[in-house]
């Protein structure tokens, strides 16, 4: 079977999450950072190594089959690929800003004012659905230090923690669009077998990630609460235990509600609760 490519960025803030995610997907390869491409041992794939601003383009023009990208960088190249996951790390917000001594304060200020931006396209499509006139600097690099040098009354720019703007003297008033890393795929590649099984893998380690494995002990007169507490679960595991009075319940619960649902079932009696991570999970 002729083998996939998947490229995926050769150094910066995605590079190593996107390394990880396909080694945790039981993928062997070398990760030389002088090699363009590599190739993975045990499955029918191929890593392209590329600046993450060429995958999209990459990807559309099929020279690869398969990338992992910001969604930032996904619609600021207007390629035509198709989403295939969302994979849940490279999160950010690209948000305007402006000095902090700045009058302007919310969008409608923005009207007949520049803006500095990696991200002209995006932006002007924000500008055209909020119908505001304002003239976009189209930059590189290190936009932050655009208004201080007298390039822009503002800037619109990937902000993550917010450190970068507040040490460069400037403050958010309004986020553009959010962004995570997403697997992307060009046309046509939806029945490829290849990809079948390495979605399954992705689906599976990114399912446990979202999980915790937890195992409880509970008086047995306790249990209808607590198992009335994990009726999300399919009937979760109850173990006797030695003392004939006692239960163990094993059980999965999903990181959104953990501390509260930790919270109830210790409320109903659960205790020695151990929470262990979960590597997979094969629906
Ligand atoms: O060399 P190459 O072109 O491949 O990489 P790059 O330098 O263009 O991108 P890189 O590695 O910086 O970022 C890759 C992707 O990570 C971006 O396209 C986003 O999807 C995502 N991402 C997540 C971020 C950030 N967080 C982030 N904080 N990209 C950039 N930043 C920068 C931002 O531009 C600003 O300068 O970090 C600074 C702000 O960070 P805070 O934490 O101070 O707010
Ligand atoms: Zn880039």
């Avoid at 007298?150 to 959010?178: E, H, W």
Wanted: net charge negative; proline share 4%; charged share 25%.
């Amino acid at each position: 079977m002729k083998n996939l490519k998947i490229a995926i960025q050769k150094s910066g803030r995605l590079n190593e999450k996107s390394v990880q995610l396909l080694k945790n997907c039981g993928l062997s390869f070398e990760n030389y950072k002088s090699s363009l491409i590599t190739k993975v041992n045990n499955f029918n794939l191929e890593i392209l190594f590329l600046r993450d601003d060429d995958i999209p383009g990459y990807v559309a023009q099929g020279i690869a089959d398969l990338g992992i990208v910001g969604e930032n960088v996904i619609d600021e190249s207007r390629a035509k690929v198709s989403y295939l996951q969302r994979l849940g790390f490279g999160r950010c917000m690209l948000k305007l800003a402006v000095p902090t001594s700045s009058e302007i304060t919310e969008l409608k200020d923005l009207e007949g004012k520049s803006i500095a931006t990696s991200y002209p396209v995006i932006l002007q499509e924000f500008l055209d659905e909020y119908k505001i006139n304002a003239s976009i600097q189209e930059i590189s690099g290190s936009v932050e230090i655009a208004p201080g040098l007298g390039l822009s009354d503002a800037i619109c720019d990937i902000v993550s923690t917010g450190t970068t703007l507040k040490n460069n003297g400037l403050k958010p008033f309004a986020d553009v669009r959010s962004s995570e890393a997403i697997l992307i795929g060009r046309d046509g590649l939806t029945e490829n077998p290849i990809l079948c099984e390495l979605m399954q893998r992705l689906q599976s380690v990114l399912l446990a990630k979202e999980t915790k494995y937890v195992v409880l002990n509970v008086e047995r007169t306790n249990l209808p609460q607590i198992t009335e507490l994990l009726h999300g679960v399919k009937s979760p595991t109850v173990v006797p235990l030695a003392d004939e009075g006692w239960v163990a319940v094993h059980t999965v619960i999903t990181e959104d509600d953990f501390w509260d649902k930790i919270n109830k079932l210790k409320a109903a009696g659960a205790q020695g609760i151990v929470v262990m991570p979960i590597e997979k999970i094969i629906l």
